[in-house]
Structure formats: C-alpha cells, structure tokens
C-alpha cells in the first residue's frame, strides 16, 4: 500500500485550462502539504493543512485553491493554468505532534503548461 | 532573509567518502533534516538532528553545529545507487521547513 498517493503523476494540458491534483495518505497523519518543485529543484511549500483546517498557505496566485474533505486527503484544484505552472508538485504528510514531524511525500505530479 | 547554502554538484568515486555541506541562516532553529532524491522521484527522509553532534545511521551520518550554522551528510562506502540529490532542509522558529536547492551527487565507477 503506497503511504501518500497521488494523482495523476503525469498532466499535460492548454494554458487557460483548469485542472485538479488529488493526495491520500493513509498514514494517519494530521497535517497535509502541497510543494511545488521548479526546474531549478527548490521545493516550495505551498499550503499547509492540520487536521482540515488550513495552516500554510504563503503567497501562491489565487488560482490555486486546496481542498481537504478529510484529513486523509488533500486535493490541488488550479484554475487558468499559466506556462510558469509547469513544475512537479509533490503532496507530503506528516504528524506534527511528534518532534522531528518527518515528512512523507508523494510521488510527485509533473504539470506541464503548453 | 533565510538561507540554505549546499554546493549545486559533486562528483565522488564508488567505494569512496563523500561530505555534503549545507549551511544555514534562519529565524531561529528547530532541526535540521537531510532528505535524498533520486532523479524523477520523491524526497526520502534520511536524518535529523537538532542537537550538535553526530548522528550515524549506517553508511550514513550527519553533523550539526548551531553555533556556526551548519551541517554536514557524510557518505561511507558509496554505491552507484547512492547517485542521487540531497536536499538540506531547516525548521525555523515557526516550525516553517526552509529547503535548500539541493547537492546532486554523481558517482563514477
């Protein structure tokens, strides 16, 4: 059983369209991330969510949206994708209780924009 | 700012020891952690520490020094699979994970 999944892995699309990234972990883990990883391989975090409830989110454009129904899933929606969307993002778990809170990721989604 | 400075590329031989340096300039210190990323895959967690000193975890080790704001990964006995990025990764005062670009490692025959 893969910990954290997500889907799909590869997403080739039209600058304008919209689309979604979905992540489950089955860790029970209570916090849930987005990253974004360039071309020049700097991961970024984009937003953060404990148990539901948002606790990260840094300056990412609007368009993206985050969405976690339960604490086992946290969903990318991106709406008027853009060429400088194109990266990997990679969903990640991790309890934030413990003290090291080890992230887990994802296998990574690879956007690209055409 | 905030800070993680590790070399871009290092190249090593099979059999060999390799240091990664990663320093840091953060607001304010709650570990530090080394994660390894094969090329088209996920970061995997391989060490943490937030007390200085050295953690040994195998062929694997990893340094602290909070005075001087900085770390080092240290590799024993490389292997080709070994060939992989390292990324150094810093919790701040708020808990906020600050990464660095990452070390890609490549290891010759």
């Known amino acids: 059983d893969t910990a954290v999944s997500q889907t799909p892995k590869y997403l080739v699309t039209q600058m304008g369209n919209d689309k979604s990234i979905k992540c489950e972990q089955n860790?029970?883990?209570?916090?849930m991330y987005w990253y974004k990883q360039d071309s020049k391989k700097f991961l970024k975090i984009m937003f953060s969510?404990?148990?539901?409830?948002?606790?990260i989110n840094e300056t990412v454009p609007n368009r993206f949206s985050p969405k976690s129904p339960d604490k086992a899933h946290l969903n990318l929606h991106i709406n008027s994708l853009e060429l400088g969307d194109s990266a990997v993002y990679f969903c990640?778990?991790?309890?934030?209780?413990?003290?090291?809170?080890?992230?887990?990721f994802g296998a990574g989604s690879r956007l690209t924009v055409l | 700012g905030q800070n993680i400075d590790q070399p871009t590329e290092m190249t090593a031989t099979e059999g060999a020891i390799v240091q990664i340096n990663c320093t840091y300039q953060?607001?304010?210190?709650?570990?530090l952690f080394w994660y390894q990323q094969h090329a088209g895959e996920a970061p995997t967690f391989l060490s943490y520490?937030?007390l200085d000193g050295l953690e040994e975890k195998g062929r694997f080790s990893s340094f602290l020094s909070r005075s001087k704001g900085y770390s080092y990964l240290l590799l024993k006995e490389l292997q080709m699979k070994d060939s992989a990025s390292y990324l150094c990764?810093?919790?701040?005062?708020?808990?906020?994970?600050?990464w660095g670009a990452g070390t890609k490692l490549i290891i010759k025959p």
């Open positions: 990764a810093v919790k701040d005062s708020n808990y906020q994970l600050i």
């Open positions: 990640a778990s991790s309890n934030r209780v413990s003290g090291a809170n080890v992230l887990t």
């Open positions: 520490n937030v």
């Open positions: 953060t607001s304010g210190f709650n570990g």
């Open positions: 860790l029970g883990h209570d916090t």
């Open positions: 969510y404990n148990n539901k409830e948002l606790i």
